[in-house]
């Protein structure tokens, strides 16, 4: 790895200090120096690379099931970034585009009753995703805010707490459990996967639409991210287990706010459900990167395409 030892020791003691603040709420990090040394420093040397060949914002997508590590692994990545190359990095998440509570009602009303559940495609503002790494990607680039979403109200933050983004990044970091994700074949959609699907979308009415979102407005989206980081968990099982272990942090830093129940949990990864088992299929296959986490919660392996 190109890296001096001066560098190195910077990266480390950043990296460590940052860890450390994470563990307070989570299981603690296993291998800390080799995960640093076998994942996060090749994929920080990939993006780099991939900045000095166009020398233009690279926009990096990081997908992956609920609680599979996106967002500590956007923050990892932004230290290395910054400490070994020098690249300023601006993270943002497709949640903090979720549609407003009041959108979603509407949308409850007039499609179907499960659009007023935030997660699958339809229930993000795609206009604002696409206008916003459209201006990041700008080469006159002018200041902007980026929303902010608090999951524990279900609703958008005020403006005054969005992002700042005064300066323009050199890379981007667009996060989100269906980044990438691809539309399903028509015949696909027939079978209901769950008693979600089973007993609240009888019509497939939801179905079609969501398929139908991802093919007319994310996969404009999608275009523009230069590479794709695919974290693939063992299987959608741990999926639940993973989303837990966030709500029980979401419960300490909510303060008050409304959060949910096992069984509240388990209703809502079903919305999830059907994506996350396609995209385990296609994006092992179509992503520049893939890491393979284990059953323990912890990058197991890394693949690059």
């Known amino acids: 790895m190109h890296i001096?030892?001066?560098d190195y020791q910077k990266v480390k003691n950043k990296y460590l200090k940052f860890i450390k603040s994470q563990e307070v709420l989570s299981e603690p990090f296993r291998n800390k120096i080799g995960q640093l040394n076998n994942f996060y420093l090749p994929l920080s040397k990939m993006i780099n690379d991939t900045y000095l060949k166009k020398k233009t914002t690279q926009v990096i997508g990081l997908a992956g099931g609920q609680g599979s590590g996106k967002s500590t692994i956007s923050k990892i990545l932004k230290i290395v970034l910054k400490e070994n190359y020098n690249l300023e990095t601006v993270i943002f998440s497709i949640d903090d585009f979720y549609k407003t509570l009041k959108e979603r009602k509407i949308m409850s009303k007039n499609i179907s009753p499960l659009f007023l559940t935030r997660g699958v495609p339809g229930t993000h503002n795609t206009k604002m995703i696409f206008d916003c790494i459209k201006k990041l990607k700008n080469?006159?680039?002018k200041k902007l805010i980026i929303p902010k979403f608090n999951k524990a109200i279900d609703d958008r933050k005020s403006k005054k707490n969005w992002l700042k983004v005064l300066k323009k990044p050199q890379i981007v970091i667009f996060e989100g459990w269906c980044v990438g994700v691809e539309q399903q074949k028509k015949k696909d959609l027939l079978i209901a996967i769950n008693d979600l699907?089973?007993?609240q979308d009888k019509k497939l009415i939801w179905r079609n639409r969501v398929n139908q979102e991802i093919k007319n407005n994310y996969k404009k989206i999608f275009y523009l991210i230069d590479k794709i980081i695919f974290l693939k968990v063992p299987s959608f099982k741990y999926v639940f287990k993973w989303r837990l272990l966030q709500e029980k942090k979401l419960i300490v830093t909510s303060k008050g706010?409304?959060?949910m129940s096992d069984n509240q949990i388990k209703k809502f990864i079903m919305f999830y459900e059907r994506l996350?088992?396609?995209m385990l299929k296609t994006l092992t296959y179509k992503a520049d990167s893939v890491i393979k986490i284990d059953n323990n919660h912890r990058l197991k392996s890394?693949?690059?395409y």
């Open 139 to 141: 080469k006159k680039f």
């Open 276 to 278: 996350t088992k396609h």
């Open 302 to 304: 890394i693949k690059f």
């Open 197 to 199: 699907e089973k007993h």
């Open 257 to 259: 706010n409304k959060t």
């Open 4 to 6: 001096n030892k001066l």
